[in-house]
C-alpha cells in the first residue's frame, strides 16, 4: 500500500490536491467580500475486525486500510503474533474488514470504552491503561539539531493543515527526516493510520519520533508508548495527565516547538542539546493560518 512521495525524502506525503479530501464552499469574510473557501471533507468508516462491527470512525477518508490497522492495534485489538490475513477496503459501502487468524470477542470491551480529547471525538475501548504496566521504552536519544530541522520540513510541507486547516498531522520521523506524514480530522485518527502503515511495512519503532501538530494529551502519550516509540514532540503544548502518564512509562516528551523555543516535560535524559537555540530562526507566538487553526 506504500508509495513513495515525490515531496523530498518522505515516504508517505501530504496530497491536499488528491480528489476528495476538499470542497470549494462559497463564503463572505470581514469586509462583505464573497469568494471561494476550501473546506476539508469527512465522512464515516466503517471498521470489522473478522465478522464483528468495532467502531464507525469520522475521517477524511485517504488510506482507510491504514487506519483500520492501527486503531485495532493501538486498540489493543490486533496481538503480536496475530497474523493478518487481509485487509479489504469497500468505497461504496464504507467499510474496511481486517481478516486475521485469530478468533474475535470484544463485546465486553466495546462495552467498556471512553471518549478522549481528540477533536472529532475519538474513542478508546477498555482500559486506557492496559498495556502500559511493565512498559520499558528504548534507550535512544533524540538531538536538538533533529527537532529545528525536523519541525523546519514538517511546517513548510504543503498539506491540508496548510491549506484548509481544520485537520491534525502525524509525521513519523527518524533522527532529522521525516517519514511518513498522516493527516485527519483527528489526531488520533493521524496516528492510527502511522501505526498501520508500521504495521503493514513491519517498520522498527524504536529509534523513532512521532511528531503531531496536536495537543500532547494523555491518549497520544499512551498511543506513542504502546506503538514503542520514545519521543513524542509537537507545536502544540501539554495536558498535565499525558505529561504524568508520560514520566510513568519513560516518554521523552517535547512541546511548543516554535522557532527556537521548545519545552520538555519529561525523558529529557534522552534529549542531546547540540543546536544553538540563538542560530535558529525564531517566529512570532501567534500567527494568522489560511483557512483557520487546525
Known amino acids: 500500500m506504500t508509495n513513495r512521495d515525490d515531496q523530498g525524502d518522505y515516504i508517505v506525503a501530504p496530497d491536499p490536491g488528491r480528489p476528495g479530501l476538499t470542497r470549494s464552499v462559497e463564503g463572505i469574510d470581514q469586509s462583505g467580500q464573497s469568494g471561494p473557501v476550501s473546506v476539508v471533507e469527512e465522512r464515516p468508516l466503517t471498521i470489522f475486525l473478522n465478522g464483528q462491527e468495532i467502531v464507525t470512525a469520522m475521517t477524511i477518508g485517504d488510506y482507510p486500510e491504514y487506519l483500520a490497522l492501527g486503531f485495532l492495534r493501538n486498540q489493543g485489538m490486533l496481538r503480536d503474533g496475530e497474523t493478518v490475513q487481509g485487509v479489504d477496503f469497500d468505497e461504496e459501502l464504507e467499510t474496511v474488514v481486517v481478516r486475521t487468524d485469530g478468533q474475535t470477542s470484544y463485546e ?24 502500559l504496566e511493565g512498559l520499558t521504552l528504548p534507550q535512544a536519544e533524540v538531538r536538538s539539531s533533529w527537532l529545528y530541522a525536523l519541525a523546519a520540513k514538517i511546517n513548510t510541507t504543503p498539506s491540508l493543515y496548510l491549506e484548509a486547516g481544520a485537520i491534525h498531522g502525524t ?19 493521524a496516528v492510527d493510520k502511522i501505526a498501520g502503515w508500521m504495521l503493514s511495512e513491519n517498520v522498527a519503532a524504536g529509534d523513532k519520533i512521532l511528531y503531531t501538530t496536536g495537543r500532547l494529551t494523555s491518549e497520544m502519550v499512551i498511543k506513542t ?12 503544548g501539554f495536558t498535565a495527565w499525558g505529561v504524568e502518564i508520560a514520566q510513568q512509562v519513560g516518554l521523552t516528551l517535547i512541546g ?36 483557520g487553526a487546525a
Open 108 to 131: 465486553e470491551k466495546l462495552r467498556k470504552k471512553t471518549r478522549t480529547s481528540g477533536c472529532a471525538v475519538g474513542t478508546v475501548f477498555g482500559d486506557m491503561m492496559e498495556g
Open 225 to 236: 508508548a504502546l506503538m514503542g516509540i520514545p519521543v513524542l514532540a509537537s507545536r502544540s
Open 171 to 189: 509525521v513519523l520521523c527518524r533522527e532529522d527526516r521525516p517519514l511518513v506524514y498522516m493527516e485527519d480530522v483527528g489526531r488520533h485518527n
Open 256 to 291: 511548543r516547538m516554535r522557532g527556537r523555543r521548545f519545552t520538555c516535560l519529561a525523558g529529557d535524559a534522552r534529549l542531546i542539546r547540540d543546536a544553538d537555540p540563538g542560530a535558529v530562526a525564531d517566529e512570532p507566538r501567534r500567527s494568522a493560518r489560511k483557512g
